[in-house]
């Protein structure tokens, strides 16, 4: 459909297969299933080629930065490939473009620190994996650093922790786009009903 809005999910060297596959496979489940909502989803890259992720997957992206649809939504995964781009300032710039013209930006696990890095969480409150909590508040004193969240929804900012968790934002997410029903109906089709088994 022509008013089709779009959500895109960062792909770079060395980024955490779930944190990016994890919202995809919630993502596109929901945007396929129910096109009947509005929504795509896609994937985008600096160059849109394939990227190798940290434990060795190889993706490739459906659209260079240059090239992707206007985004409604954007989603930052995290991983080590991320510390590179906390000095990267191209990457940095790319990302605050983005804030000036997309008008929902996420984050799942270290994707946060790239936003910190950016400026985007001044005075905001916001999360990332554990490991990396001292990092965020260290990128940026004045995060509200909320350490036992699974996600912080800041209204036109969401972050969340580590790599699983983003499953639940993308969960929320669909949630506060088609409505709280449709996101149960989604979680029960991928069947996600976490029970940890250790």
């Keep these: 459909m022509a008013d089709t809005k779009h959500i895109g999910i960062v792909l770079f060297d060395d980024v955490e297969e779930l944190d990016a596959v994890g919202p995809w496979?919630?993502?596109?489940?929901?945007?396929?299933?129910?096109?009947?909502?509005?929504?795509?989803v896609s994937c985008i890259s600096r160059s849109g080629g394939p990227v190798q992720c940290a434990k060795g997957l190889v993706i490739h992206a459906h659209h260079a930065f240059a090239d992707a649809p206007p985004l409604?939504?954007?989603?930052?995964?995290?991983?080590?490939?991320?510390?590179?781009?906390?000095?990267?300032e191209e990457h940095l710039d790319w990302v605050r473009e983005a804030r000036r013209e997309v008008p929902l930006m996420t984050s799942v696990c270290t994707g946060s620190l790239v936003y910190a890095a950016a400026g985007l969480l001044?005075?905001?409150?916001?999360?990332?994996?554990?490991?990396?909590?001292?990092?965020?508040?260290?990128?940026?004193?004045?995060?509200?650093?909320?350490?036992?969240e699974r996600f912080v929804d800041d209204g036109d900012v969401i972050t969340s922790s580590g790599v699983s968790a983003g499953i639940d934002m993308a969960l929320h997410l669909v949630a506060r786009l088609a409505g709280a029903d449709r996101a149960r109906e989604v979680r029960r089709g991928i069947q996600y009903d976490p029970e940890p088994p250790v």
């Design 25 to 40: 496979e919630v993502l596109a489940y929901w945007t396929r299933t129910f096109p009947e909502d509005g929504w795509s």
């Design 72 to 88: 409604d939504v954007l989603l930052h995964p995290g991983g080590h490939g991320t510390r590179p781009q906390l000095r990267d």
């Design 122 to 148: 001044q005075g905001r409150p916001a999360t990332t994996h554990w490991g990396a909590l001292d990092l965020l508040a260290e990128l940026d004193p004045t995060i509200d650093v909320r350490p036992d």
